[in-house]
């Protein structure tokens, strides 16, 4: 954008307290309509097209009985058509409900009951998967036919003004069994978590070009695709991940901003010709969702160009955590330290306090806390902690330790804690020391039920091609461990189980233990 004077007013706008979020977009319509704004492997959607195609599809919703605060259900792998109809519910002043396309049928229909959606959007493929008998209560759209949904070309929504404690959008938990908790988050609270992202990008005045590559469903997106738009910028919508296609789509777009979850970095990392393609425009790079090795992060800052952020916090918030790892290369192990805005606090089992520099439950508050999980009271008042004056906090569910500089460093997760004769094991001790091993590529450990201790560790690890039998590593591994900490077994797998965005699934390690 080369006009100064809407830059400063569309600063001015960012900068406020609250604000309409699709206020924003139409504002960046007017003052630059033949601009990319969504683009993916099929189309590409400038601006004034954005404008006018979620303006006909939130006037549709509302025609077919979309009442306000009320769920719109999106079902499928992520596209411009995706993106438009999460905007345009939002514009209509219902709530945007992705749903994951990864969990079961029963979940499936779980989550979009749960969301309370008269509509679903859903995509052929998942539609081919799930029958037609699937939700067909709910009016059924297919993705890929929005355009003929929505209401004729000059179409608009009634007026829609959102109030800050207005819902936003649902993102259903990534649980492995049962049905996924929905987080619910306000139009404030995105405000909050966006715009000053967005206010950022245009006071260095960075072209926003965003390279989304994970599911629009994840929380993890909306860095890559709901901050860039409301600086005005452009955003490729990846379908599926592929290491090859992502460099490509980051050459010829010379991106400047990404989101990557770990597991993706490696992949780049690893792939036979990442050094062949052209990065350079990339200027800053994110990462969150999942643990990210200081190793990881230190290849990533010699061969990846621009910055390195890593967030830590949760989809319901609580305490954020930003490390800037490209300033703080002495810091790769942490999670860096709290954002303004955010407060943390390290409590043991009883929530008193912790001496500094000893692990403990995390707890945290900041800005950006979910309103609570839909329908579900019990287990909002379970996620939080209520302090002696009345505060509310976030129990982020990790355990870990603050150093006398004030970064967080992560020891492993509350309920991944193994308990053997009384003593408190952190898997995430035994994983580094397992990795160690030059023949261990990737290490996890879970804690199995003991007659003897109560719980015992078990170790899994994805082994080099000429590596020692799991055997002799255990033993390797297990004469530099105290003796309350030694491995009980040793298990080799091919590959570790991830969810969607890349988290290591310990209930399915578990299930494998028991069933050796």
Not at 159 to 172: A, K, M, Q, S, V
Not at 298 to 305: I, K, S, T
Not at 336 to 347: D, I, Q, T, Y
Request: proline content about 6%.
């Amino acid at each position: 954008m080369n006009d100064p004077s809407a830059q400063a007013l569309m600063q001015e706008r960012l900068a406020e307290p609250f604000g309409s979020f699709i206020g924003i977009l139409t504002e960046w319509s007017r003052i630059q309509p033949d601009a990319l704004a969504l683009v993916d492997d099929s189309r590409e959607v400038y601006w004034a097209e954005l404008i006018g195609e979620i303006e006909r599809l939130a006037a549709r919703l509302i025609e077919t009985g979309l009442e306000r605060g009320q769920s719109v259900a999106i079902l499928g792998k992520s596209s411009v058509e995706y993106a438009l109809v999460f905007l345009a519910a939002v514009r209509a002043g219902g709530v945007a409900a992705p749903l994951t396309t990864s969990a079961s049928r029963e979940q499936l229909e779980g989550m979009a009951k749960d969301s309370g959606a008269r509509h679903l959007f859903i995509d052929a493929g998942k539609a081919a998967e799930l029958g037609p008998e699937f939700m067909s209560e709910m009016i059924r759209v297919p993705l890929e036919e929005i355009e003929r949904w929505m209401a004729p070309p000059g179409s608009r929504a009634p007026d829609f003004g959102p109030e800050p404690g207005d819902p936003f959008n649902i993102i259903y938990s990534s649980g492995t069994t049962g049905i996924p908790k929905g987080i619910v988050h306000s139009h404030q609270m995105r405000w909050r978590q966006f715009g000053a992202t967005a206010l950022s990008y245009l006071a260095s005045g960075l072209e926003v070009r965003s390279l989304a590559s994970t599911p629009l469903y994840s929380n993890t997106t909306m860095v890559a695709f709901l901050a860039p738009l409301l600086a005005g910028g452009a955003v490729r919508v990846m379908g599926k991940f592929d290491c090859a296609r992502w460099l490509d789509n980051a050459q010829d777009d010379k991106a400047t901003l990404t989101m990557l979850v770990p597991v993706q970095y490696q992949r780049l990392m690893d792939f036979d010709r990442f050094d062949q393609f052209d990065l350079s425009s990339l200027a800053m790079k994110y990462c969150t969702s999942a643990p990210f090795s200081a190793e990881l992060k230190r290849e990533v800052l010699e061969r990846m160009p621009g910055g390195l952020v890593e967030i830590y916090s949760m989809t319901e918030g609580g305490v954020v955590c930003l490390l800037a790892a490209h300033e703080f290369p002495d810091k790769l192990h942490t999670v860096g330290r709290p954002a303004p805005g955010s407060e943390l606090k390290v409590l043991d089992d009883e929530d008193n306090p912790v001496p500094p520099g000893t692990p403990g439950n995390l707890i945290g508050r900041s800005q950006t806390m979910m309103s609570g999980y839909k329908n579900r009271p019990d287990k909002t008042s379970e996620a939080q902690w209520v302090d002696p004056e009345g505060g509310v906090w976030m129990r982020m569910g990790d355990i870990g330790r603050v150093d006398e500089d004030g970064f967080v460093e992560l020891v492993g997760r509350a309920k991944d804690m193994i308990i053997s004769g009384g003593f408190n094991i952190y898997p995430s001790d035994l994983e580094a020391e397992l990795e160690r091993e030059p023949d261990v590529i990737e290490a996890a450990v879970v804690g199995l039920p003991s007659r003897q201790w109560g719980e015992t560790p078990v170790g899994f690890a994805v082994l080099s091609d000429r590596a020692r039998s799991p055997e002799e590593i255990m033993a390797a591994v297990n004469a530099r461990l105290g003796k309350t900490q030694r491995l009980s077994a040793l298990h080799k797998i091919d590959e570790m189980p991830r969810s969607h965005i890349g988290k290591l699934l310990k209930t399915e390690l578990r299930k494998i233990a028991e069933r050796k």
